[in-house]
C-alpha cells in the first residue's frame, strides 16, 4: 500500500475567525476516497488549532503563551469536526499530538511508528499536530510544514501532500508580481532559496513558502517526494493522487 502524508495549513481551515467547516469537508471527503481505493493509507497533518481557539476567544496572539491557551481550546474543537465528518464514512480518526523531540532518539521514534503502525493496521486516520501546548519554543518544529516532512520520513511514507492556500510554487511571490509562474516540477531547491525571509499569507499561518521548501528539500535528500497543490480547490490533488494525472501544482522530486 502506498503510504501518503497528507497536510493542510491554517488558512485553509479557518475564515472570518470562523472554522472553514465546508473546506474541512472536502478534505475528509478527499482522504475517505483515498481510503476507500484500498490502495492507500493515510495520515493528515492538521494546523489550525490556534486559528480554532481564536473563535472562541480572543487574546493577544504577540504572546506565545496566550497562542498555547488558544491552541488547548482549538485543538479539541478541530477535532471534534474532523470526527463528526469521518464518522460519516465509517471512519475512526485519531489525535496525534507530537513534538521536534519525539523523533529525535531512536527509542522515541520507534515508540511512535508502533503507534503510528497499529492505527494504520486498523484502518484510523492519524491526526497530527504540533503540541504547542506543552512545549516551550526549543522544543517545537514551530511549523507545520517540517513537521509533516518529519512525520513523512519518520513513518515511512511514499509521499508528503502540502495543502496550502496557494496551488504550487512559483518562480516568485505571486501576490506581488503578477507575471509570477508555477513550477510544476521542481527537481534541486537552491541554498538561497531555502534563506529567504518568512512570508505567511494569513495571520495565523506560522510558515510560508520557505517552511514548505525546507520541507521539500528535507524529503528529496531522501528520495520521498512532495505534491503541493490549493486547499481551497481540491481538484488538482484529487487529479494527482486518484487518477495519476498532473495537472497543475508542483511536484517535489
Ligand atoms: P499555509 O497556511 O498553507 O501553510 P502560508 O501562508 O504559510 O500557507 O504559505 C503560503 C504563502 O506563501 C502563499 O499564500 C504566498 O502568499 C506566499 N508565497 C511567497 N512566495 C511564494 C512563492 N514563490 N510561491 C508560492 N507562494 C509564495
Same mark, same amino acid.
Do not use: W
Given at each position: 500500500?502506498? =503510504?501518503?502524508v @497528507? ?15 465546508e473546506r ?8 475517505s476516497?483515498l481510503k ?6 493515510l ?20 504572546? @506565545? ?10 485543538q479539541?474543537?478541530?477535532? #471534534?469536526?474532523?470526527?463528526? =465528518? ?10 496525534m499530538?507530537?513534538?521536534e ?14 503507534? $503510528?503502525?497499529?492505527?494504520?493496521s486498523?484502518n484510523?486516520?492519524?491526526i497530527?499536530?504540533?503540541n504547542?501546548v ?17 512525520v513523512?520520513?519518520?513513518f ?10 496557494i496551488?504550487g510554487?512559483?518562480? #516568485?511571490n505571486?501576490?506581488?508580481y ?5 513550477? #510544476? ?9 531555502l534563506? $529567504? ?29 512532495m505534491?503541493m497543490s490549493?486547499?481551497?480547490?481540491l481538484?488538482?490533488?484529487y487529479?494527482?493522487?486518484?487518477n ?10
Amino acid at each position: 500500500k502506498k =503510504r501518503i502524508v @497528507i497536510k493542510v495549513g491554517t488558512a485553509v481551515l479557518t475564515q472570518n475567525n470562523e472554522l472553514a467547516l465546508e473546506r474541512l469537508s472536502n478534505l475528509v471527503d478527499l482522504i475517505s476516497k483515498l481510503k476507500n481505493e484500498k490502495k492507500y493509507e493515510l495520515i493528515l497533518v492538521s494546523s489550525g488549532a490556534v486559528g480554532a481557539g481564536n473563535t472562541k476567544l480572543q487574546l493577544d496572539k504577540t504572546q @506565545i503563551a496566550n497562542r498555547q491557551a488558544l491552541a488547548a481550546i482549538g485543538q479539541p474543537l478541530l477535532m #471534534k469536526n474532523y470526527k463528526k =465528518r469521518f464518522r460519516d464514512y465509517g471512519i475512526i480518526c485519531a489525535q496525534m499530538l507530537l513534538i521536534e523531540n519525539d523523533f529525535d532518539s531512536r527509542k522515541r521514534t520507534k515508540n511512535a511508528q508502533k503507534v $503510528m503502525e497499529i492505527l494504520l493496521s486498523n484502518n484510523v486516520i492519524p491526526i497530527i499536530n504540533e503540541n504547542d501546548v506543552i512545549a516551550n519554543d526549543e522544543l517545537l518544529f514551530g511549523d507545520n510544514d517540517q513537521l509533516a516532512a518529519h512525520v513523512a520520513y519518520y513513518f515511512n511514507a511514499d509521499l508528503l501532500v502540502i495543502l496550502s492556500d496557494i496551488d504550487g510554487y512559483y518562480d #516568485k511571490n505571486p501576490r506581488e508580481y503578477e507575471d509570477a509562474k508555477m513550477q #510544476k516540477v521542481v527537481t534541486n531547491i537552491e541554498e538561497s532559496e531555502l534563506q $529567504m525571509v518568512h512570508t505567511p499569507n494569513s495571520e495565523f499561518a506560522t510558515g510560508g513558502i520557505v517552511t514548505k521548501l525546507k520541507a521539500a528539500n528535507f524529503l528529496m535528500n531522501r528520495n520521498i517526494p512532495m505534491y503541493m497543490s490549493s486547499g481551497f480547490d481540491l481538484t488538482n490533488a484529487y487529479d494527482f493522487l486518484l487518477n495519476d494525472n498532473h495537472i497543475s501544482g508542483t511536484l517535489f522530486k
